[in-house]
C-alpha cells in the first residue's frame, strides 16, 4: 500500500479527479471517423496514419523501466498514458500491450528482501550497526508475479486522472492456440472498446513457458507468444487494428547496429528488404531484439495492421511520439508494403550531395554554359512551360484556394520568361568570380602560406509556394555557387515546376551532372524535410510569412536564410519633393502589392498634414483603388477616418497599407525599428543631411534614399537573382545572391611544419605577412 502511494505521488501534478471512472457505450454515430476501414490492406503513406481508428501500442521493457531494470520510468509512462488518453478521447479505440511486470516486482522484492534482513541483523546483534547485505538473485516469474498488480494500479490510476477507465488483460500462447479462448479473449476485448475502455495487455510472466524458437514466425495464421512484441502484432491482427505502434530504445530501424558507423535509420521498411539488414544485440531488459520486433512487424504487416517502430525513451520526443506518428509525421520507421516507383527523399538527398560535389569540381566556365543552356531552354520551350502553367492556373482558380496575390505569384507569361533568362545569362557571367576564389592569402612563415578561398555550402532546401519563376532562379544561383540543391515546391505549381525541373536537368547534362538538383515529387512534409539535419545544410523558404515562420520553428539543427515578413516603410519627410513623393509611394505599393519588398506602412511628418502634397498621395492611392488603415496617431486627426489599423506590424500584400503620422525623421527611425521586419525601409527627402542620418540609424537590411522599396531585388541589385531576401545579422543580409550561397575553407601548404618548430626551443618563427591576392580562380 505505502509503496503505491509513494509511486503515485511522484506522478506530474494535475488535479485529482475522482477513483469512480465515467462508463458509457461508445455510439458509433458520435465517432469523429468516418466508416471503418476494411481490414486487410494496411496504409501505404504514412499521411494516412491519421485515419486509423484501432490502435495497438506496445512498450517494450526498455521504454517501462528504468536504466538501473528495478522500478518504473515514472515520467517517461506519464507522458505516453496522457498521449493514449488524448487519442481516446478523439473517438479512437486504444489498446496498450505493456512490459514492467518483472521490473516492478524485482523493485518490491528487492525492498521486502533489504527489510527483512535489515530486522533479523537488528535483533540478532541488538545494535543499530548493520553489515553490508547481499540481495540474492531473483527468479523473473516471481518477479512478475509480485509486480502485476502494482502495474496495473499505477496504469489505473494515470488514467483515472483523464477520466478514462482501463482493464487488465492477462495472456500466455494457449489462449491464441484453444480456439474457445482465443473466441473469448476477442469478444472481451471488442466488449471492453465498445465501452470506451482501454485494455492494458500483458503475457502472464508468472506462469508462461520458455520461448519457443522463431520457426512460426511465417505466415499469416501462426505466431507464438514468445515477447512483448509478438503479442503485439499477434493481438493487433486478431483485433483488425489499423495500426502498431512499438516504442523501443532506439529511434527505430537502421540497416546495421545503431552507433556503428555508416547506420542509417531507414525511413520506409518494405517486405523483401530483411536481407539488407545487420542486426545488433537485443536491448539491455526484455526477451526480444529488433529482429524479432521487425519479425513481429512484418506478421502484422501481412495480416493488414501498419506498423511503426519508434523510440520511446528519447526525453524530447516521449511527450509527443505517439502522437506525431498517428499525425503522419516522420518518426521511427514505417513498415509498407507499398515501395515508391522513385526514389525516397533521403536517396535524393545523398543523389545530391553527389552530383553537387561533381558540380563544384567543374571549371567555372563549364557552370557558365549549363546556366546558359537553361536560359536558352526558358525561351526555347516556352510553349511548354506555359502550357504547364496554363493547367495550374485553371485548377488553381477553380478550386478557388489561391487568393488573388498568390495567383498572380503563379502566374507565368513570355515577358516573365524573358526577364528569367536575362537573369540567368547575368548569373553565367558572375559565376567565374564564385568557387576557388582566393579571399586572403598569409604568409605563417617560411615556406608555409595559407589561404582562405571559397567553396559551396553543401546541400540546399529551398521551399516555395506559388512561384514556379523561383525554380530557375535558384537552380541556376546553385549551379553558380556548385551547391546540390534540394526544390520542395508548391502542389499548386505542379505541373509547371515538373516542366522546369526537367529542362534545368536537360541543361546539367551537358557535362554530367543531372544529379545535383533534384524535386521533391513525394508526399514529404515540410516539417519531415526540416529533421533531414544530418543531410541539408541550409534551408531557404520562398513564400509566406506563416511558411517562413513555421520552417524557422520546425528546422531545429538546421541554418534558415530568410524573413518571416517583408514589413516594409516608406517615410515623407517634411522636406520631400511632392513629385518624387507621390511616384516613390505608388511605385512602392502598387507596382506588385504581393511582394515582399512592397511598401506597407506609409509614414508622413505631422507637418505635412492638411498640404497638397498629403492630399494628393491620398488621392493617387483612391486612384489606384488602395485601401488606407488608419494608424492610431493618423485616427486622432481625422473626423471621420478609415478602418483604424489592427496592428502596425501588418503585411498586407495586397492593394492596402497603414498610414500613420510621426513627428521627426528620428521619431520614424524608432517607429520603424519597433513595428519593421528588417527588410527594406525608404525615406523621401530633399535635406541630405536628414537622409544619411536615416541611412545611417536604420538597420534594417536595405535603406534607400529617394528611391522605391520595390528596388530591393537581386535582380535589379546586379545579382542575376536571388534566393530570396535575408534580414539576419549573420552569413548573408539583403537580397541573397551567389556570394551568399558561399562560405570559406583554409587550405595550408607547408614542407613538413610542426608546431614543435614554433616553440621556444624551436628553430622557426611566425612571420604572418599578407600576401597580396590576384584577381584569379582556383580550377
Not at 518494405?270 to 539488414?277: A, K, N
Not at 525513451?313 to 506525431?324: E, N, R, Y
Not at 498610414?659 to 525599428?673: G, P
Request: some cysteine; hydrophobic content about 40%; aromatic content about 4%.
Amino acid at each position: 500500500m505505502f509503496a503505491r502511494l509513494a509511486l503515485c505521488s511522484r506522478l506530474p501534478s494535475r488535479t485529482w479527479k475522482s477513483n469512480v471512472c465515467p462508463l458509457f457505450i461508445r455510439p458509433f454515430s458520435q465517432t469523429k471517423f468516418s466508416l471503418p476501414r476494411p481490414h486487410g490492406k494496411s496504409f501505404a503513406h504514412r499521411s494516412e496514419l491519421k485515419q486509423a481508428k484501432r490502435i495497438v501500442v506496445k512498450l517494450g521493457s526498455a521504454v517501462v523501466t528504468r536504466g538501473d531494470e528495478c522500478g518504473l520510468a515514472l515520467g517517461r509512462l506519464a507522458s505516453i498514458v496522457e498521449q493514449v488518453a488524448m487519442l481516446q478521447n478523439q473517438g479512437r479505440e486504444m489498446m496498450i500491450v505493456t512490459s514492467g511486470a518483472v521490473a516492478f516486482g524485482k523493485q518490491r522484492l528487492r525492498h521486502e528482501i533489504l527489510l527483512s534482513q535489515s530486522v533479523r541483523q537488528a535483533l540478532h546483534s541488538g545494535q543499530n550497526q548493520l553489515k553490508e547485505m547481499a540481495v540474492p538473485v531473483l527468479e523473473a516469474r516471481a518477479c512478475a508475479a509480485a509486480g502485476q498488480s502494482g502495474l496495473m494500479a499505477l496504469y489505473e490510476a494515470m488514467f483515472t486522472q483523464y477520466s478514462t477507465c482501463t482493464a487488465q488483460i492477462l495472456v500466455t500462447n494457449l489462449d491464441f492456440h484453444d480456439e474457445q479462448k482465443r473466441r473469448n479473449l476477442n469478444s472481451t476485448l471488442h466488449e471492453l472498446l465498445r465501452m470506451n475502455i482501454v485494455p492494458i495487455i500483458n503475457t502472464n510472466d508468472a506462469v508462461v513457458p520458455p520461448p519457443v524458437p522463431n520457426s512460426d514466425l511465417q505466415g499469416v495464421n501462426v505466431i507464438s507468444i514468445k515477447d512483448n512484441d509478438s503479442l503485439a502484432a499477434r493481438l493487433a491482427v486478431e483485433m483488425k487494428a489499423d495500426l502498431l505502434i512499438a516504442l523501443s530504445d532506439v529511434e527505430g530501424l537502421y540497416d546495421s547496429p545503431p552507433g556503428t558507423d555508416d547506420a542509417k535509420l531507414i525511413d520506409i521498411f518494405y517486405p523483401g528488404d530483411q536481407q539488407s539488414i545487420t542486426y545488433g544485440t537485443k536491448s539491455r531488459v526484455g526477451i526480444g531484439g529488433m529482429e524479432a520486433k521487425v519479425k513481429a512487424a512484418l506478421w502484422a504487416l501481412q495480416g493488414g495492421t501498419s506498423v511503426v517502430i519508434a523510440n520511446g525513451t528519447h526525453p524530447k520526443v516521449t511527450g509527443h511520439v505517439i502522437t506525431d506518428i498517428v499525425e503522419g509525421k516522420k518518426v521511427g520507421t514505417f513498415f509498407s508494403e507499398v515501395k515508391p516507383a522513385g526514389p525516397t527523399v533521403e536517396q535524393q538527398t545523398e543523389m545530391a550531395r553527389q552530383g553537387g560535389r561533381v558540380l563544384a569540381s567543374l571549371h567555372p566556365d563549364e557552370r557558365g554554359e549549363i546556366i546558359c543552356r537553361l536560359a536558352d531552354l526558358l525561351t526555347e520551350k516556352k510553349d511548354e512551360i506555359l502550357s504547364a502553367n496554363k493547367r495550374d492556373m485553371e485548377m488553381a482558380t477553380t478550386s478557388g484556394r489561391l487568393s488573388l496575390p498568390l495567383l498572380n505569384r503563379l502566374s507565368l507569361s513570355t515577358s516573365k520568361l524573358n526577364s528569367l533568362a536575362i537573369g540567368l545569362r547575368q548569373i553565367a557571367v558572375s559565376s567565374r568570380d564564385s568557387v576557388g576564389q582566393v579571399l586572403r592569402r598569409t604568409r605563417v612563415a617560411n615556406n608555409l602560406e595559407l589561404e582562405q578561398i571559397t567553396v559551396p555550402i553543401g546541400v540546399l532546401l529551398v521551399i516555395f509556394e506559388s512561384r514556379p519563376d523561383c525554380l530557375p532562379q535558384v537552380s541556376a544561383l546553385a549551379i553558380a555557387s556548385g551547391n546540390a540543391l534540394l526544390l520542395k515546391g508548391g502542389k499548386e505549381a505542379a505541373n509547371t515546376n515538373r516542366i522546369l525541373h526537367q529542362l534545368t536537368q536537360e541543361a546539367l547534362s551537358v557535362h554530367g551532372v543531372k544529379d545535383a538538383i533534384q524535386l521533391v515529387s513525394t508526399r514529404e512534409e515540410v516539417e519531415d524535410l526540416c529533421r533531414l539535419d544530418k543531410l541539408i545544410d541550409l534551408i531557404i523558404p520562398r513564400g509566406s510569412s506563416e511558411l517562413v515562420r513555421d520552417i524557422q520553428r520546425a528546422a531545429k539543427g538546421i541554418p534558415v536564410l530568410g524573413h518571416s515578413e517583408g514589413v516594409c516603410h516608406v517615410y515623407i519627410d517634411n522636406e520631400a519633393s511632392i513629385d518624387k513623393a507621390i511616384d516613390i509611394v505608388k511605385d512602392s505599393k502598387c507596382d506588385y502589392p504581393a511582394a515582399c519588398n512592397a511598401m506597407e506602412t506609409l509614414l508622413i511628418h505631422r507637418d505635412l498634414l492638411r498640404t497638397p502634397i498629403f492630399d494628393q498621395i491620398i488621392d493617387m492611392l483612391r486612384t489606384e483603388e488602395v485601401k488606407i488603415h488608419a494608424g492610431p496617431r493618423f485616427a486622432s486627426y481625422l473626423t471621420f477616418s478609415p478602418s483604424e489599423v489592427k496592428s502596425l506590424r501588418t503585411e498586407y500584400g495586397d492593394l492596402e497599407c497603414c498610414i500613420e503620422v510621426v513627428d521627426s525623421m528620428q521619431d520614424a527611425v524608432d517607429h520603424i525599428h519597433k513595428y519593421g521586419s528588417s527588410h527594406t525601409d525608404v525615406i523621401v527627402t530633399e535635406n541630405e543631411e536628414t537622409a544619411e542620418q536615416f541611412l545611417q540609424q536604420l538597420d534594417s537590411a536595405c535603406v534607400f534614399w529617394n528611391a522605391s522599396s520595390r528596388f530591393a531585388d537581386g535582380y535589379r541589385f546586379g545579382l542575376g537573382a536571388e534566393v530570396g531576401i535575408s534580414t539576419a545579422r549573420i552569413h548573408a543580409r539583403g537580397p541573397v545572391g551567389l556570394e551568399g550561397l558561399l562560405t570559406t575553407k583554409w587550405v595550408l601548404r607547408g614542407e613538413g611544419h610542426t608546431v614543435a618548430d614554433f616553440s621556444e626551443q624551436g628553430s622557426m618563427k611566425y612571420l604572418h605577412e599578407n600576401i597580396h591576392v590576384p584577381h584569379r580562380i582556383l580550377s
